[in-house]
C-alpha cells in the first residue's frame, strides 16, 4: 500500500512561493534530522531554482548523531548549500541561522540591503517552534486555519534580516516508496492517511536491522534479530499488556505504542535513513517511475494508432473502444 494524503491548499502555497522567491536571497528548508532524504520537498529546487539552500536538520535531539554528521557532510558538499542542525532546545537558534545565511549570500547585510530568506518545511517538521523561539513569541502557525495560504508578513530577525514564513506543505505524489512510510512514522502525515499497523509494520522492520538494542532494552524483549517485524510488534503489545480476548494481542494498540515511543524519542535516538540508503531508494524509485511513464506512454500510443486505423477501415471516429488493444499484463 502506498501512504495518500490530500496536499491541502499546495497549489496556493507553491504559487506563492514561486512568487515571493524572485526578492529572496537564501531559501531555509527545515528537514526532520530523523528522516532528511524523506523530509526534503522535491518540489522546491523547482520552485526555488538556483537560490542559495540552508538545510536545517531540525529535532536532532531526536536524530542518531552519527547519521546526523553524514547528513550534514552530504549537504555542505553541494555546491550554494550549507546544513546545520537544530533542536528545540536551543535557546539562541537564530545566530546560527543568520550566520549561515550571511555565508551563502555574503553580499547582502546592513540597513541598505537586508537579508531577505524563505522559510519552508513539511507539516510538524517544528517551523512553528522554532520561529516562536526565534520571535520570543508564540503566534499562530502560516496557514493553519483552513484557506488561509498566503506567506505571512515578514519577521525580522534582526535589524536586517528578514524571514518569510510558508504554510507546511507536503508534495502530491512520492517517487519514493520507503519515504511515505518514514513520513508517517514521523507524524509529518494525518492520522487519516495511513494504516498504522502497516506503518509500524515497517518501522520495525527498519528498526529491527539497525537499532534492534535500543526496541529490545525499551520494551524489556529477548532478541527481536530473528523474528518477523509482525512476531517483534506482537512481542512489543504482550510486553505492554495490550491483550484482546483468549490472549491475543491488540495489534492496533501495540502499533500505536510504537510510534508513539519513536515519535517521541522514547526508543532512543534514531535516524531512518542514511544519505547513501536514500541514495539507493531514489534511484529505485525514479527507475520505476520511468518505467511506469514510458508503458503508460506506449499504451497511449498504441490507442491512438488503434484509433486512427478503426478510423481509416471502418469509418469509426477516433477513441472508439478505448483500451482494448491494452495487455492486462502491463499493469497501471
Ligand atoms: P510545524 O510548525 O512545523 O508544523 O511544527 P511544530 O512547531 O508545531 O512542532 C511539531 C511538534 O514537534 C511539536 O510537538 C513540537 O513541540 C515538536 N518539536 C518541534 N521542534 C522540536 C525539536 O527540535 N525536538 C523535539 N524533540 N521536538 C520538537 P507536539 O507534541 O505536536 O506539540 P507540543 O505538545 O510540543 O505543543
Known sequence: MAIQWFPGHMHLTQKAIAERVKDIDVVIELLDARLPGSSANPMLAELTG?????????KQDLADPACTALWLAHYNAQPDTRAIGLDAS??????????????LAPQRGGMAK???????????VGKSTLINTMTGS??????DEAGITRIEQRIVLADDFYLWD???ML???IIVAQSGYKLAASGAVGRNAFDEEEVALELIGYLQGHYAGLVEARFKLDPIDALRDEQVLEAIGRARGGLLAKGRVNLQKAAEIVLHE?????????????PEEFAGWLAAGQQADAERAAKKQARAARKK????????????????????QDSPAEGP
Open 166 to 168: 510558508t504554510p507546511g
Open 138 to 143: 508564540r503566534k499562530a502557525k502560516t496557514g
Open 50 to 58: 538556483r537560490k542559495p539552500g540552508l538545510k536545517v536538520l531540525n
Open 114 to 124: 537586508p537579508m531577505r530568506v524563505l522559510i519552508c518545511g513539511i507539516p510538524n
Open 262 to 274: 519513536f515519535r517521541s524519542g522514547g526508543i532512543g535516538r534514531i535516524t531512518l535513513e542514511t
Open 171 to 173: 508534495w502530491p505524489r
Open 305 to 324: 494508432g488503434s484509433g486512427r486505423r478503426s478510423g481509416q477501415g471502418e469509418g469509426a471516429g477516433e477513441g472508439e473502444d478505448p483500451g482494448a
Open 90 to 103: 536551543q535557546a539562541t537558534p537564530a545566530r546560527q541561522l543568520i550566520e549561515a545565511c550571511h555565508q
